[in-house]
């Protein structure tokens, strides 16, 4: 009997009810092709990981009393299990049929990809931003020419695959030998960024990171925790400081004007909406908040860039 090819790592906090339909999900579309599943309780404080032990013996949860970076949790979860793929998974994904056979045929086929992603959807069906432009001067060029933008809301529209900069970071489906060489992520990233790290490396050792259509998921984007104002204003802010620090540990050129770079991007964002604003008949904004949010991080980066 062959020995299933992947390990999968599902990191989770006090998400029980999506945990359960991420591991369910494997179970049901790819039993066969798994090795192990490992979930890295991250310090939850619901009990839900004795509750998924109840609810799956043949996981194995492994509870830890401090929250550790998703990076470090990712990294903790990989050390389990020898098969030559690992699967990093947010908790909030569900793995439609086929998704795992068509990526493990895709890197049989293709020996220098070291990492692959599939296609995200929402629930409804419409499709999710599945890869991203490094941070820094190539991500701040997209979102100039409003490419990035586009992605954010309309999610990626390849039918065939392809090469990317990165692989979004809640379905990271690596090559293990690729993963070790470059000693997994990089565990300065606490939450963000660490996707584009990981993937900036692994270009960096030639390997490549592609994007896979044909494997689908459905990611409840956003569903790990609801959030006030100013807990967003929080969340955008921690996602600009991990931006700043990816520019900061691979050396980007003129990395010191980056913050104005982002700063400059977000006022032109700023001033388009409230051109759109102007006009009638708009519709109704889905983030009403969205304004006070980015002036909170252009705040944040004028300020990052006047004490380097």
């Known amino acids: 009997m062959l020995v299933p ?18 591991i369910q999900s494997l179970l049901d579309t790819a039993g066969e092709l798994v090795a192990s599943i490992v979930v890295v309780d991250n310090a939850s404080s619901d009990g839900s990981g004795n509750e998924l032990r109840a609810r799956f013996p043949s996981v194995s949860v492994l509870r830890r009393d401090q929250p550790l970076s998703y990076a470090a949790a990712c990294n903790d979860g990989a050390r389990y299990g020898t098969a030559p793929y690992l699967l990093l998974s947010n908790s909030d994904v569900e793995y439609q049929p086929g998704c795992i056979g068509h990526m493990i045929g895709y890197m049989e086929q293709h020996l220098q990809v070291g990492v692959c992603s599939p296609l995200q959807r929402y629930p409804d069906g ?63 990233f606490s939450f963000f960024c660490e996707d584009a790290d990981l993937c900036y490396r692994l270009w960096q050792k030639q390997w490549h990171c592609h994007f896979v259509p044909d494997a689908t998921v459905i990611h409840h984007r956003g569903g790990t925790w609801q959030r006030s104002l100013e807990q967003m204003i929080a969340y955008e802010q921690q996602n600009m400081a991990a931006k700043l620090l990816f520019a900061q540990v691979q050396h980007a050129p003129a990395r010191r004007l980056i913050p104005l770079g982002y700063a400059g991007v977000l006022q032109l964002f700023q001033v388009a909406d409230a051109m759109v604003r102007s006009l009638p008949l708009q519709r109704p904004r889905r983030n009403p908040h969205r304004r006070v949010i980015r002036q909170a991080c252009i705040a944040f980066l004028l300020q990052r860039h006047a004490t380097k």
Do not use: K
């Open 5 to 22: 090819p992947v390990d999968v790592v599902i990191i989770h906090h006090n998400t029980l009810d999506l945990t359960s339909r991420c």
């Open 126 to 188: 419409r499709r999710q931003r599945s890869w991203g432009y490094f941070p820094g001067w190539q991500e701040i060029a997209a979102l100039m020419v409003g490419i990035e933008t586009i992605h954010n809301r309309r999610g990626h529209r390849d039918s065939q695959p392809r090469a990317v900069p990165y692989c979004d970071g809640a379905v990271l489906f690596c090559r293990r030998a690729a993963y070790q060489q470059i000693g997994g992520m990089d565990e300065r």
